[in-house]
Nanobody, 117 residues
Framework: QVQLVESGGGSVQSGGSLRLSCTAS????????MGWYRQVPGSQRELVAD???????NYADVARDRFTISRDNAKNTVSLEMNSLKPEDTGVYFC???????????WGSGTLVTVSS
C-alpha cells in the first residue's frame, strides 16, 4: 500500500515563496526517486523537479535557479522550496514516488498553487 500526503499549496503574489511537502507511506518497496510535477488545465502533467535516493536532483528549466528540491530518506519525505514565484507557476502540483521497477509509480492527489500578478 502506498499513501502520499501533500501539503503547502496555496495562494501567493508574484515574487513570493511557497514550500510544498509530501510524506510517503510505503511498505513494500524502497523509493528510488521522489519528485514534483505540475499540471495546468489543458496541458499534460510536467516534471518540475525530482531527486534520487543519493540526493542527485533534476530540474525542469522553468524551476532551475528558483526552486530547490530536497528529500529525507529516513522519513520518506520530499519538499519543494519555490521562490520568486510567477503567475505561470500556477497549477496543481503532484507528488510522485517511483521504485526501481517502472511499475512502481505512484501519485499524490495534488495541491493547488496559485500565483497572482
Amino acid at each position: 500500500q502506498v499513501q502520499l500526503v501533500e501539503s503547502g499549496g496555496g495562494s501567493v503574489q508574484s515574487g513570493g515563496s511557497l514550500r510544498l511537502s509530501c510524506t510517503a507511506s510505503v511498505d513494500f518497496f524502497i523509493i528510488a526517486v521522489m519528485g514534483w510535477y505540475r499540471q495546468v488545465p489543458g496541458s499534460q502533467r510536467e516534471l518540475v523537479a525530482d531527486v534520487a535516493r543519493d540526493g542527485s536532483s533534476n530540474y525542469a528549466d522553468v524551476a532551475r535557479d528558483r526552486f530547490t528540491i530536497s528529500r529525507d530518506n529516513a522519513k520518506n519525505t520530499v519538499s519543494l522550496e519555490m521562490n520568486s514565484l510567477k503567475p505561470e507557476d500556477t497549477g496543481v502540483y503532484f507528488c510522485n514516488v517511483r521504485g526501481c521497477n517502472s511499475e512502481l509509480n505512484y501519485w499524490g492527489s495534488g495541491t493547488l498553487v496559485t500565483v497572482s500578478s
